[in-house]
């Protein structure tokens, strides 16, 4: 089946801290994976993906992702978090078959406290 | 940046009626277009596929007739809620691949906020 896991639903991390958002995914093999965020009532904003390569993938905003096959694992993370990075983070897994398509998790709300 | 935008943002109807909500692609040529469902605190539901000349695919469990999706040109997409219900009441986001690659991000627009009465 399809799907996407993102098993927080919400990350609470006080200004300057690391964070990290967590999501596991589904498909064997070369997954491609991304994350995006969303803020109140707007669109998704791209912060990165994994296609192939280094394990570790660098995003706008200061956000990095790791690849972790043996974990089936994409976590996002941020060395030191700001108030502006609370939003709603969705990872997101592509799937061939038809247009590429992207199935998103549940999605993670991120609360940063000054 | 690739940008996308959606009209309208908010849209307040009837019950009964319908509503079109328009997608553009605004500086690349888009073939392949997506519409997700959003219900609040929750993610997003990937409806259909809508396809440049060609008719959409849709997502297990969306009602085609109650969705239609008009993709008429590489630039222009349309989702119309045909005889709105209070259940129908969303936020509606679509999304578009720059074509220069399969594999790309997609960019999505600012969504539209549907609310029936």
């Known amino acids: 089946a399809q799907s996407v896991a993102q098993p927080e639903d919400q990350v609470n991390v006080a200004e300057g801290n690391p964070l990290t958002v967590k999501c596991t995914y589904s498909?064997?093999?070369?997954?491609?994976l991304f994350w995006y965020v969303q803020y109140p009532n707007r669109g998704l904003q791209f912060l990165l993906k994994?296609?192939?390569?280094?394990?570790l993938v660098k995003g706008s905003y200061g956000f990095e992702a790791e690849f972790n096959k043996s974990q089936t694992s994409f976590h996002l993370k941020k060395p030191s978090a700001l108030v502006s990075d609370s939003a709603l983070y969705f990872c997101?897994?592509?799937?061939?078959?038809?247009?590429?398509?992207?199935?998103f998790g549940a999605g993670t709300r991120l609360a940063v406290h000054p | 940046g690739a940008v996308v935008s959606q009209h309208p943002s908010w849209v307040i109807c009837k019950s009964g009626t319908s509503v079109k909500i328009e997608c553009r692609s605004l500086?690349?040529?888009?073939?392949?277009m997506f519409w997700y469902r959003q219900f609040p605190k929750q993610s997003l539901m990937l409806m259909a596929t809508?396809?440049?000349?060609?008719?959409?695919?849709?997502e297990q469990g969306v009602e085609k007739d109650k969705f239609l999706i008009n993709h008429a040109s590489l630039t222009l997409s349309t989702l119309t809620v045909t005889s709105a219900h209070p259940e129908d009441s969303s936020f509606y986001i679509c999304?578009?691949?720059?074509?220069?690659?399969?594999?790309?991000?997609?960019?999505f627009g600012e969504g539209s906020r549907l609310t029936v009465l």
């Open positions: 999304s578009a691949r720059r074509p220069s690659g399969d594999t790309g991000e997609l960019f």
């Open positions: 498909v064997s093999g070369n997954p491609y």
């Open positions: 994994y296609i192939t390569g280094d394990n």
């Open positions: 997101a897994e592509m799937f061939s078959g038809g247009y590429n398509k992207l199935i």
């Open positions: 500086d690349f040529q888009a073939t392949t």
């Open positions: 809508s396809n440049e000349g060609s008719k959409a695919t849709y």
